[in-house]
């Protein structure tokens, strides 16, 4: 039996580690094996290439930091991800494909198709099941970013607002465009009413049914 893949998008401050956590206690609540991962870093290599794309001192070339993400990526779909979906897993990950088109190709303006071919090259293929779009204000976002971490940013989070905005743009003209693979939710909510929606969301895609308890 193959596995579910599910990704989590979104700026940063949404709650996908929040949302990640909750999905998978629930998921494991009724039986299902989770593989819970991320990119960068899913990888003893993707540590390295993490350390390096988000805590790189001085400049990292655009095309450089791209194609970075896409080694890690190419590690990580061949050694993690499809193998566990190959038992029949669950794989859930923290960013994917649409990281690399929301902030390289558009806001690094590297050019949406491009990165996204290049990704889709590194993943061979691989799209998810469903993906879980976390939208929040740009500002509310790095509220709370600042909340959690005091005035620590990375490489990324330490861009301007308009290159965050940029972003946020990028992954809902990606929701629009794929309407069958995204559920876009609103980060903003009180996060069980959040977790409530994808719950509804992943309940068909793995085989709970609906009068489960939560």
């Given amino acids: 039996m193959t596995g579910s ?3 989590l998008e979104g700026g940063d401050g949404a709650g996908k580690t929040t949302q990640a956590a909750l999905l998978t206690d629930w998921l494991e609540a009724h039986g299902r094996t989770v593989v819970r991962t991320r990119e960068p870093g899913g990888t003893d290599l993707g540590q390295r290439i993490r350390e390096i794309v988000l805590h790189e001192r001085g400049h990292v070339a655009p095309r450089a930091e791209a194609l970075l993400y896409a080694a890690d990526r190419a590690q990580h779909v061949e050694t993690v991800v499809r193998p566990a979906l190959a038992r029949g897993e669950v794989v859930l990950q923290d960013r994917y494909v649409d990281s690399s088109v929301a902030y390289q190709g558009v806001a690094r303006d590297l050019g949406a198709e491009q990165i996204r071919s290049v990704s889709d090259w590194a993943a061979d ?9 976390l939208d929040l204000d740009v500002t509310v976002g790095r509220a709370r970013v600042s909340a959690a971490r005091g005035d620590t ?18 992954f809902l003209d990606m929701a629009a465009a794929e309407p069958a693979r995204f ?32």
Avoid: W, Y
């Fill in 183 to 214: 559920l876009v939710v609103d980060a903003a909510a009180d996060p069980d009413v959040v977790q409530q929606r994808i719950r509804e969301a992943v309940a068909p895609l793995v085989g709970i049914a609906e009068e489960d308890p939560s």
């Fill in 153 to 170: 940013f990375d490489r990324l989070e330490s861009e301007a607002a308009v290159f965050h905005e940029r972003v946020r743009r990028a």
């Fill in 125 to 133: 293929g691989l799209v998810p099941d469903l993906t879980v779009l």
């Fill in 5 to 7: 893949f599910i990704t």
